[in-house]
């Protein structure tokens, strides 16, 4: 749980940068740029004799769903959303990976759905405050492919890595984030806005550290870290971002003034229930699950 735990603090970081530095970049090309910087950081440790060509083209798929997929309308979300409200209608990912899981094994565990449920209380807890109304729902709309898109590719990936478990992840996981940047591409291709394409020298370092860090090596740890851990885990673990992003958004990326001792305790409030969400998973847990 430990690579969990550390990509969430570094992710926590990412949606108040894009949503104070890239809101106004074409998001189809930031999303493909990320992509390729991160490919680009892992090429050099690929080691294509351990796959073939079978396995090479299986990884690229699945990162084209889990990265290419979720970026694309991750990134395309922030034109209708704050970088607050994208952390938060990211809450119901746990429970995709929860249902996603027991499809592929053919069988549904209760623990780790309450587990699910208890983080996708937590999260909702923080932020969800009064009806959302306008554009907002398609920025939802776009969260929940993206949801469903990140949970199929962690549970994918962790399923072909324990059906591979000599090969080691980072001689492999090149292609993974190649296919996300093919996918993306092609979405760029046809429906990039030049008029969003002008990227300043501020905004091409957030794209760098986006894609160097946040996707390289962000990615890299997070999908071993699921391999590491029982369903449960990593479906809570989907949420741990949540109150981190929210903390700073607000109080590094300056997204709100002030906060209120009533936000302060709702913040807590949820926190309490993603970690008791991580509790519940880890209990009796078997990371074979």
Known sequence: MIYLAIVSVLWAFSFGLIGSKLSNVDAFFVATMRLSFATLVLLPFFRPKL????????LCIYGSIQFGLMYTCYMKAYQFLPSHLVALFSIFTPMYVVFIHSIRQYKFSPRYLLAATFSVIGAAIIKVQGT??????????????????????QIAYRDWKRSHPFIDDLAVFSMLTLGGALCAGAFSLFFSNTEYLVVSATQWQ????????????????WNKGATLSNAGELAAFNNAVVPLAVIVSLFIFKESQSLALEDLFRLLTGGFFVVTAVIIAVKKGSVSE
């Open 206 to 221: 957030a794209i760098l550290y986006l894609g160097c860090i946040a996707s390289g090596l962000g990615f890299f740890l």
């Open 51 to 58: 796959l073939g060509g079978k396995n090479c083209f299986l």
């Open 132 to 153: 959302p109304s306008g554009d907002i729902w398609l920025g939802f709309a776009l969260m929940q492919v993206a949801g469903i898109s990140f949970a199929y590719g």
